[in-house]
Each structure stands twice: as C-alpha cells, then as structure tokens.
C-alpha cells in the first residue's frame, strides 16, 4: 500500500492518494509522527477493496468515494462528517462502529447495514 499525505496543520495529515489494489486498507492512525485526521478527494474509488479499516484518528471525509467491491468499512468513534461520501454498492456494505455513534446513524440514515464494534 502507497498513502500519499498532504499536511493540514502541521500537526496532521489528510490521506489524498491510495496507489495499489490490496483488498484490504488499514489507515494508520499516525503518518511520520502526524496523527491522520481526514480522506479527501475520492483516494479508494479504483481499486478492490473489500475491506477499509479508518485510524482512530480520523475525523471527517471530503469527497470520498468507494468501489462497488466494498464490503466492510470500520468508522471510527471521532468520525463527525461524512462529506459527499459515496458507496456505490450499499446494499452488500456493512458498516462497522461503535454504538450509538455518528457511524451508527449514517448507516441507519443511508440505510446501510450497521454492527456494533
């Protein structure tokens, strides 16, 4: 797996890039030291993946998009925005989280399949 970052603040980066076709994706909740706090611009929307595992770090996406192979995406506590996010195929996603989080209640908005972390 290849993640490009993109400083935001000098203390964080943002994933902007995913250059491979691994099935599965584990975001690392640090890069260089820099806590990962946000996906922008579509970085998973060419490969396989049927798995994404989001750091605990992140926070929010910004024009995310999902391959229609996606099965399983982890959302973290601290996920607050899901910004022009797109999964293609959710009728076979199942979103992972904690319990009564902003994940639980996308996935109940959007009508994705939800289980409990």
Known sequence: MVVKENAKDGD???IKAYNGSDPIVVI???IDGKDVIS?????????????????????????AYFS???EVIHLPAGVE???KVVFF???TLTI??????F???FAKEEGIKFEAE
């Open 12 to 14: 964080s980066v943002s």
């Open 28 to 30: 690392p909740e640090q």
């Open 39 to 63: 996906i922008i611009n579509g970085p998973f929307s060419n490969d396989s993946l049927k798995y994404v595992d989001l750091g605990y770090n992140l926070k929010e996406f910004d024009n």
């Open 68 to 70: 229609d192979t996606l």
């Open 81 to 83: 925005n899901l910004d």
């Open 89 to 91: 195929d959710e009728d």
């Open 96 to 101: 992972v989280g904690k319990a009564g989080s």
């Open 103 to 105: 994940a639980e209640t």
